[in-house]
């Protein structure tokens, strides 16, 4: 398959990646293309942007979770029917696992991608010192996959001035630049950009962002990296569950709204795959579980941000508690096994009652409790075969008195292994975000038990 393609990676994170990358999706969806865009790595915020606000399908890819033949697979499915994608990249180019791997690394997803990358550089701050950090960065590249420059943040006349000294002395395109302005910044918290809905104007900012990036930005360059991208191997091959053709399929629920909405695309994806039905349900304004369900996904978000509201919303408490005293299955992730508990005690120190599952409290820590990547394993099998392990991430804030002892976490890159998880043959709860196809062994059981709560009905 061929088809155009590049990715927009930087030095380090904060340097406008995603702006860029949102207007130039703007701009090509302006033009007619149909644009498919992927995020490196373990993010949810910055898809939303790609999807909810410009409106082009986004999903992850992270050479980490599904290697390199399953993430080439992962992108050539996302490009069908497309005629041009757009990777965004994730931190540095270079910081994969532990940030010292490459596996995991915007560069990695670009070299198993076979993509040509522009790099924008920060350049706010900086004189001649720019042209050492892009060559340092060029002489890195063993597979000569940067193939252009774009400098965020100065001035028109410093632009014309140091981009004939690096296309002089390194040999690299320089494609452009932007100003520093407001509108092309987007705000951030501690947890990464603030989400597209709390964010004024957010369409009118990002299409006034394509818009700057034209008059200032060769598009025409970047058409041309991006047309220059060479073909990949095709591979069809896919693997069903039984249960796919099955009329009468199991209704998994899943929690989605402000609160609740870190979900990787191809996780439902999965679900579906293997013969699940998926109904949304709004835990903050809905008062009953969707219609004939029969099974939970209360998947990550910030709930701590919603917290009066989940307690005020007494039915829907009472519905998800009743839920799973009647044996439903449930997978809960980080914000979802918060909303479990007890109670989230706020920033604020104040009590918010929440379902009521479990007899444990979530408290803000102020500061980072547990990050990065980590290998689940049971310590009995109840969702995954007997050994095997699924890959995931943990980012909180939010600790629980109750974290559970039920499967083990390991860090891929030190080793480092601790407890985690409330599960048994029905239940999988815990802090980590997990990514299902990196074992789709997960998804396919939680869908059969689904179905078998579903025949327990009849």
Same mark, same amino acid.
């Given at each position: 398959?061929?088809?155009?393609?590049?990715?927009?990676?930087?030095?380090?994170?904060?340097?406008?990646?995603?702006?860029?990358?949102?207007?130039?999706?703007?701009?090509?969806?302006?033009?007619?293309?149909?644009?498919?865009?992927?995020?490196?790595?373990?993010?949810?915020?910055?898809?939303?942007?790609?999807?909810? +606000?410009?409106?082009?399908?986004?999903?992850?890819?992270?050479?980490?979770?599904?290697?390199?033949?399953?993430?080439?697979? @992962?992108?050539?499915?996302?490009? +069908?029917?497309?005629?041009?994608? +757009?990777?965004?990249?994730?931190?540095?180019?270079?910081?994969?696992?532990?940030?010292?791997?490459?596996?995991?690394?915007?560069?990695?997803?670009?070299?198993?991608?076979?993509?040509?990358?522009? @790099?924008?550089?920060?350049?706010?701050?900086?004189?001649?010192?720019?042209?050492?950090?892009?060559?340092?960065?060029?002489?890195?590249?063993?597979?000569?996959?940067?193939?252009?420059?774009?400098?965020?943040?100065?001035?028109?006349?410093?632009?014309?001035?140091?981009?004939?000294?690096?296309?002089?002395?390194?040999?690299?395109?320089?494609?452009?630049?932007?100003?520093?302005?407001?509108?092309?910044?987007?705000?951030?918290?501690?947890?990464?950009?603030?989400?597209?809905?709390?964010?004024?104007? +957010?369409?009118?900012?990002?299409?006034?962002?394509?818009?700057?990036?034209?008059?200032?930005?060769?598009?025409?360059?970047?058409?041309?990296?991006?047309?220059?991208?060479?073909?990949?191997?095709?591979?069809?091959?896919?693997?069903?569950?039984?249960?796919?053709?099955?009329?009468?399929?199991?209704?998994?629920?899943?929690?989605?709204?402000?609160?609740?909405?870190?979900? %990787?695309?191809?996780?439902?994806?999965?679900?579906?795959?293997?013969?699940?039905?998926?109904?949304?349900?709004?835990?903050?304004?809905?008062?009953?579980?969707?219609?004939?369900?029969?099974?939970?996904?209360?998947?990550?978000?910030?709930?701590?941000?919603?917290?009066?509201?989940?307690?005020?919303?007494?039915?829907?408490?009472?519905?998800?508690?009743?839920?799973?005293?009647?044996?439903?299955?449930?997978?809960?992730?980080?914000?979802?096994?918060?909303?479990?508990?007890?109670?989230?005690?706020?920033?604020?120190?104040?009590?918010?009652?929440?379902?009521?599952?479990?007899?444990?409290?979530?408290?803000?820590?102020?500061?980072?409790?547990?990050?990065?990547?980590?290998?689940?394993?049971?310590?009995?099998?109840?969702?995954?075969?007997?050994?095997?392990?699924?890959?995931?991430?943990?980012?909180? %804030?939010?600790?629980?008195?109750?974290?559970?002892?039920?499967?083990?976490?390991?860090?891929?890159?030190?080793?480092?292994?601790?407890?985690?998880?409330?599960?048994?043959?029905?239940?999988?709860?815990?802090?980590?975000?997990? %990514?299902?196809?990196?074992?789709?062994?997960?998804?396919?059981?939680?869908?059969?038990?689904?179905?078998?709560?579903?025949?327990?009905?009849?």
């Amino acid at each position: 398959m061929r088809i155009k393609r590049l990715m927009i990676a930087a030095p380090k994170s904060g340097s406008g990646k995603t702006v860029i990358t949102c207007a130039l999706l703007q701009i090509l969806k302006n033009d007619g293309y149909q644009v498919a865009s992927f995020k490196c790595g373990p993010d949810y915020i910055d898809p939303m942007f790609h999807e909810k +606000v410009i409106g082009i399908p986004s999903k992850n890819l992270d050479t980490f979770f599904t290697g390199e033949e399953q993430t080439r697979r @992962l992108f050539l499915k996302g490009v +069908v029917g497309k005629d041009f994608a +757009v990777l965004e990249g994730v931190m540095g180019l270079y910081d994969g696992l532990g940030g010292i791997r490459e596996a995991g690394s915007s560069y990695h997803l670009a070299k198993v991608t076979g993509t040509p990358i522009v @790099l924008v550089v920060d350049a706010k701050g900086m004189g001649r010192s720019v042209i050492s950090m892009i060559a340092g960065f060029l002489d890195y590249d063993q597979a000569h996959l940067i193939r252009g420059v774009l400098l965020n943040r100065i001035s028109k006349g410093y632009y014309e001035t140091i981009k004939p000294l690096i296309e002089e002395e390194l040999k690299v395109q320089v494609l452009g630049y932007l100003p520093e302005k407001e509108e092309l910044r987007i705000e951030s918290r501690h947890l990464g950009l603030m989400m597209p809905d709390e964010l004024h104007n +957010v369409k009118e900012r990002l299409q006034t962002a394509a818009e700057g990036v034209q008059k200032t930005v060769s598009t025409e360059k970047i058409m041309e990296i991006a047309e220059r991208a060479g073909e990949l191997q095709e591979d069809r091959e896919e693997k069903t569950a039984e249960i796919t053709g099955k009329a009468d399929k199991p209704v998994i629920a899943v929690a989605k709204d402000e609160a609740f909405c870190f979900y %990787y695309t191809d996780n439902l994806s999965l679900l579906e795959e293997n013969g699940a039905e998926i109904a949304y349900f709004s835990p903050l304004r809905d008062s009953k579980l969707p219609e004939k369900c029969h099974a939970l996904y209360l998947g990550g978000g910030y709930p701590e941000l919603y917290a009066k509201g989940l307690s005020e919303n007494h039915k829907m408490r009472t519905a998800v508690r009743s839920a799973v005293e009647n044996g439903m299955p449930v997978v809960a992730e980080c914000g979802g096994f918060m909303y479990l508990h007890s109670a989230i005690i706020d920033r604020e120190g104040i009590r918010h009652e929440m379902a009521g599952i479990l007899p444990a409290t979530c408290y803000d820590t102020g500061k980072l409790v547990r990050f990065g990547y980590i290998e689940v394993q049971e310590r009995q099998s109840h969702f995954l075969p007997e050994g095997e392990m699924i890959k995931g991430h943990e980012f909180h %804030y939010y600790d629980s008195t109750g974290n559970g002892e039920d499967a083990i976490a390991v860090k891929p890159v030190t080793g480092r292994a601790y407890s985690c998880m409330i599960e048994d043959e029905k239940h999988f709860w815990g802090f980590p975000h997990l %990514y299902y196809p990196s074992n789709p062994a997960f998804a396919k059981s939680f869908v059969e038990k689904a179905d078998r709560y579903k025949g327990e009905l009849k």
